[in-house]
């Protein structure tokens, strides 16, 4: 079935909102992170892990799939699902964003009809289209499927902006007319980089698609916050109400909170498994480093109030001493941390837009997270 979105509650002091998805396995609420299993598997973590943690939506990738183990590999299976063995909802990415990292040069290699890119397994020569990239998501059988976009790098020039922005319109209707999964949904990419016509005029033609929902697309790619959340602002107005909204690719827990209050439902990142792996963990007073010196004898849990499987079992000083022998437990057991505190702080966000207590959350917050960021250390 197609995914249908319910609006539940608006936030009195701010533009956010909380909601319900029903996908084909369940319904959530909204605002929502979803952790991002780029090849079949969110890192280290099983299905059921994931449901500990209270995950709703995960992500796949389009690109990395189709290269390996394959389409007709997990279609034979029976689709993802039956592949993964996951029985919640899945979220499949276009290989849109490896347009952005993967074409060297972007004047040569994207053209009208798709992109030239190499694979970065074993530099194969690759050309993917709209309707090469649908098709593969409509095998997969993902419960969103996203459309080919080009994810504009930043700075970009007006004029690159420009003709990215409408070529990706070009390629939303070319992927919209070949989508045939009934089971499946499909979602819009707003584009325009950090200029407020062009992210206007690519808001206004994609909802004339009439997608199952939006994604905004291009932020998080090296501009600075405030330029970030103008790209936000400038999309927002002409979004419906009555569908989801989803910014791709942001995972900082200050970047969810103002996203949320600019009225976006679904988040997705990387960044806490990614950062797992290099023994970071995610506390309410900012990022900490676990291989810091200072906690090979803490024997307190990473975050005292955490309800996650890792803050209640372990202590800093263990997973320390994990992180420095190279022990996968170690990334286990963060990553764990780490994509709990994300659903978790959109957990906390959708209690305070039904109380209206979203601005005194931020600024409670915010001071907190940024007094003793021990990131750098």
């Known amino acids: 079935m197609k995914i249908k979105y319910d609006l539940i509650k608006k936030e009195k002091n701010t533009n956010a909102r909380c909601g319900i998805i029903h996908t084909n396995y369940g319904s959530y609420e909204t605002p929502m992170f979803m952790p991002v299993g780029t090849q079949a598997t969110v890192k280290t973590l099983s299905k059921e892990e994931l449901k500990d943690l209270n995950s709703a939506i995960i992500l796949s990738n389009t690109y990395h799939l189709w290269l390996r183990p394959g389409v007709d ?4 299976c029976g689709g993802l699902h039956s592949f993964m063995n996951f029985d919640g909802p899945i979220l ?25 890119f190499k694979s970065h397994i074993d530099g194969t020569p690759l050309f993917l289209t709209p309707e090469l990239s649908i098709e593969i998501q409509n095998k997969l059988d993902s ?24 070529r990706t319109l070009r390629w939303a209707k070319r992927g919209k007319d070949v989508f045939n999964n009934e089971r499946q949904s499909l979602f819009g990419i707003v584009q ?10 690519s808001a206004i033609e994609t ?17 600075d916050k405030t330029t970030m959340y103008k790209m936000i602002d400038y999309v927002m107005p002409h979004l419906p109400e009555n569908k989801p909204r989803y910014l791709m690719g942001v995972g900082d827990p200050i970047d969810i909170i103002e996203g949320v209050i600019r009225g976006i439902d679904m988040f997705d990142c990387v960044l806490p498994t990614r950062i797992a792996r290099h023994g970071n963990a995610f506390t309410n007073k900012g ?59 959109t957990e906390d966000l959708r209690e305070c837009i039904k109380n209206n207590t979203l601005l005194e959350y931020k600024e409670n917050f915010i ?7 021990e990131s750098s250390n």
């Open 73 to 76: 590999v997990i279609n034979k």
């Open 92 to 116: 499949t990415d276009s290989g849109g964003f490896q347009v952005f990292s993967l074409a060297k040069n972007k004047k040569k290699d994207i053209t009208e009809e798709g992109v030239h």
């Open 143 to 166: 419960d969103i499927a996203m459309s080919f976009d080009e994810c504009i790098p930043y700075p970009a020039d007006y004029e690159y902006a420009k003709n990215s922005t409408l």
């Open 192 to 201: 325009g980089g950090e200029y407020e016509d062009l992210r206007r005029l």
């Open 207 to 223: 909802v004339k698609m009439d997608f199952d929902g939006y994604a905004i697309g291009g932020t998080s790619v090296g501009e």
């Open 287 to 345: 990022k900490i480093n676990i291989k810091n010196a200072k906690y090979k004898y803490d024997f307190t849990p990473i975050l005292d109030n955490c309800d996650c499987y890792t803050c209640k079992n372990y202590t800093k000083a263990y997973i320390r001493h994990l992180i420095v022998a190279n022990e996968a437990l170690g990334q286990r057991l963060l990553s764990i941390h780490n994509v709990r505190f994300l659903i978790r702080l």
């Open 367 to 373: 001071k907190n997270y940024r007094g003793e960021n």
